[in-house]
């Protein structure tokens, strides 16, 4: 396929310019240089906004909305109506820019094999500087560690076996479908020199077809991960008994979003268990979207405690959306900071209750901490709550698995 010789394009991935601990490959990108490169083009990967109108297409791609851009940018694009006012050869897509109206890319280069080697030089280049200030401090530079964070480039095969959830959460991007529908052969993306695979299935236990992709997964011999999650809500015996007999690749994620599905995700949790003694099953728990008032704070609570007795890791997710971050106007701004930073780092969280956590962070201040100080004050306020749940710890309800 040609057809573009002579043309330039420069790719730019938002979120790694404006995240500065973002580490994970922007499959649109790497699909759009793929497509590109196979027509003959000249394409770069742009760590800047400069001179973009050298080029002969600029495509501009965001995943997070909290992403910063160039004011010029942010301007000239309307996130409700989706209109652009920008210079013909640039381009700007995804949820970053457009919430749940992002359009889609053309088949073409949606079905096109990724580029995974689009980051190559970028990596290369934060090794060499790496190794340069190693040599300079007169510091030891270990590559293997270094490279770790750079797994998501060089590590997997990227994308999607299925797209769509059905069930609308309103607080998720994924509104555009009401069903899970099988998009992406695995031979689209699968590079088998590659070690591992991450799927970005919206719902991949909603879809008709689980049974065969996970099957197919597990027929690669290769380590495999959901990145995004699973809707634990749709776990049968015989999903349990295939996802976790399997390959897996780091921790199950699942949600537990909404207080009103504590019992179901209680029956689910003792079906995991009845398969599986990992201790690397994760679940997010959403707060401050309902409200951000005590009733929220309760609510997390319980979904920990839960959690925790089955030996299941919370991953605290404060929501925000393209306009709002409602937590950090609550009163209880700080609490949610201080739970979300002893759940959110599993080494402190099997082994600490929130108090010893709060605790062990006091130490490392002269003056009071934030954590103490939300652990007091909420203490004062609600006497009962504070002694229902700050002293809980994971080792009390050991399960048998070892903590490590
Ligand atoms: S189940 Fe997950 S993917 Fe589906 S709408 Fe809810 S949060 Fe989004």
Not at 43 to 48: T, W
Not at 159 to 184: A, E, I, L
Not at 370 to 388: G, T, W
Request: net charge negative; glycine share 4%; hydrophobic share 35%.
């Amino acid at each position: 396929m040609k057809g573009c010789e002579n043309i330039t394009i420069a790719i730019i991935d938002a979120d790694l310019i404006g995240r500065q601990k973002h580490r994970f490959p922007n499959l649109v990108c790497e699909k759009i240089s793929a497509y590109y490169k196979e027509k003959g083009a000249e394409v770069q990967l742009k760590l800047d906004y400069d001179d973009l109108s050298e080029f002969d297409e600029v495509f501009i791609s965001k995943v997070f909305t909290d992403t910063p851009v160039p004011k010029w940018i942010t301007d000239a694009v309307n996130m409700d109506s989706g209109e652009v006012d920008l210079p013909d050869n640039i381009h700007v897509g995804g949820t970053g820019f457009f919430f749940d109206h992002a359009p889609n890319l053309p088949e073409e280069i949606e079905h096109h094999m990724p580029d995974y080697h689009l980051y190559d030089k970028w990596i290369a280049d934060k090794v060499d500087a790496a190794k340069k200030e190693a040599q300079d401090t007169n510091k030891p530079f270990n590559e293997k560690s270094f490279m770790v964070q750079f797994k998501g480039y060089t590590d997997y095969s990227i994308g999607f076996t299925t797209r769509g959830c059905f069930r609308k959460c309103p607080f998720c991007v994924n509104k555009k479908y009401d069903k899970v529908f099988c998009h992406s052969s695995l031979a689209e993306f699968y590079d088998p020199s590659r070690k591992k695979i991450c799927l970005l299935d919206d719902n991949i236990l909603g879809s008709p077809k689980w049974k065969e992709i996970i099957q197919m997964l597990i027929d690669t011999g290769k380590p495999f991960m959901y990145k995004q999650g699973m809707d634990e809500r749709l776990l049968t015996d015989e999903k349990c008994e295939l996802l976790f007999s399997a390959k897996y690749d780091g921790d199950f994620t699942f949600a537990f979003d909404n207080i009103a599905d504590y019992d179901l995700i209680e029956r689910k949790l003792q079906m995991i268990r009845r398969y599986t003694n990992s201790f690397n099953i994760r679940f997010y728990v959403l707060v401050g979207f309902e409200s951000t008032d005590v009733q929220d704070i309760i609510n997390m609570w319980k979904r920990i405690e839960l959690l925790m007795r089955y030996n299941c890791l919370p991953y605290i997710m404060r929501f925000q959306n393209k306009n709002e971050t409602p937590w950090m106007d609550s009163e209880f701004r700080c609490l949610y900071t201080a739970v979300a930073r002893w759940c959110n780092q599993p080494s402190f969280f099997k082994k600490k209750s929130f108090r010893e956590f709060c605790e062990a962070d006091q130490k490392l201040y002269k003056t009071v901490c934030s954590s103490m100080r939300a652990l007091v004050d909420f203490e004062k306020q609600y006497p009962n709550i504070a002694k229902e749940y700050f002293d809980i710890k994971f080792t009390d309800y050991n399960l048998g698995i070892k903590i490590n």
